[in-house]
């Protein structure tokens, strides 16, 4: 997701008068709350995520009202600056059905201070999004990330649902419904072994066909060790009645899905070729956006930051990791105190 221009700005931490704040914490920060954890409705090869339900064998992945509020409400509190960001993702967060989400919006409005100003977004697969959805989405300006790997045949590689079947059609209605109510929205292509070679074609496809206007390119890199590659890696697809193993940011080795590093920077300069010859001020690809701004001081991207921290995750049940590519039990920061009445 599009991150605000004021996330990372170091220098400006000054405490609201009379708060508990630590002097150093940060006047804002973007959290990605996962209020469905780990479960999806669809089964992509290289999700990382899916796997994290081995943290939590045996429970109903489902945010409960409670959590909920302390969530929001600590949220909002949190924030030094006047704009906040309430920004979903999963699994698939659309599985928490579109109650769970006016709900969310509700206890927005009840704890928000006066000028505080929130922003709404989700990243989705689209697969379940129809004009209720985008009717709620349109209503309250939320900003809908879609996930989508380009055209058909470079989609439907990886992202496929349990039965092996391409997702690429129920996505395209998805994006549909999106187009129909006016539903502000981004890309998020993932780039790894199946489209690698292809990033004019890719960067067309979104352009041309999606209508995109706001790009952002995630490199697939799976790290395992030898005991993983022997057994998950064989396959085009994992089954999806295997267990997955719990992935974690350790081992020596990438799985034969993960993007080739030369070719990821050969993707990147396609891309740019088009984008600059083309598309400056009218097509915004996250990569370039950011990398412009790193040589200004200002990091928008955690990867180009001189520290990270900014960007904490948020189980279903209140436990806090510090990143979402490090929901694992050593990178824990607790779990937030649930709200009673």
């Not at 339900?53 to 409670?66: C, I, K, N, T, V």
């Not at 349109?138 to 496929?160: A, C, E």
Request: glycine content about 6%; hydrophobic content about 35%.
């Amino acid at each position: 997701m599009q991150l605000d221009p004021n996330l990372f700005v170091a220098s400006q931490r000054t405490a609201i008068a009379g708060s508990a704040w630590p002097t150093d914490a940060p006047h804002a920060f973007h959290l990605l709350a996962k209020p469905s954890g780990s479960t999806c409705n669809i089964d992509c090869s290289y999700c990382f995520f899916l796997s994290k339900e081995a943290l939590y064998p045996d429970q109903r992945q489902h945010m409960s009202d409670g959590t909920l509020e302390t969530y929001i409400r600590q949220l909002l509190e949190s924030h030094q600056a006047p704009k906040v960001q309430v920004a979903w993702q999963g699994g698939e967060p659309t599985l928490m059905q579109l109650a769970f989400f006016q709900r969310a919006v509700e206890l927005v409005e009840r704890h928000r201070r006066p000028g505080q100003i929130v922003e709404h977004s989700i990243q989705t697969n689209g697969t379940l999004l129809d004009d209720d959805w985008c009717r709620f989405f349109k209503q309250h300006r939320f900003l809908v990330g879609l996930s989508v790997d380009g055209p058909r045949q470079l989609h439907d590689h990886y992202r496929v649902d349990r039965l092996g079947r391409g997702t690429f059609s129920r996505v395209l209605q998805g994006w549909r419904h999106l187009r129909q109510h006016g539903v502000e929205f981004n890309i998020l292509c993932t780039v790894h072994a199946a489209n690698q070679q292809h990033g004019r074609a890719v960067y067309r496809f979104l352009r041309d066909e999606l209508d995109a206007r706001w790009i952002q390119f995630i490199p697939i890199v799976e790290r395992i060790d030898t005991r993983v590659m022997s057994t998950d890696d064989q396959d085009q697809h994992l089954p999806s009645t295997k267990t997955r193993p719990l992935y974690t940011q350790s081992g020596n080795l990438v799985t034969r899905r993960s993007v080739d590093p030369a070719q990821y920077g050969q993707f990147l300069v396609d891309v740019f070729e088009e984008w600059v010859r083309n598309d400056v001020g009218r097509v915004f690809v996250q990569q370039f956006d950011v990398a412009l701004e790193a040589c200004f001081g200002r990091h928008l991207l955690c990867v180009h930051a001189p520290e990270c921290g900014y960007g904490p995750a948020l189980e279903y049940n209140g436990d806090l990791y510090c990143c979402d590519h490090y929901v694992e039990p050593n990178y824990l920061l607790g779990n937030i105190p649930i709200h009673r009445t």
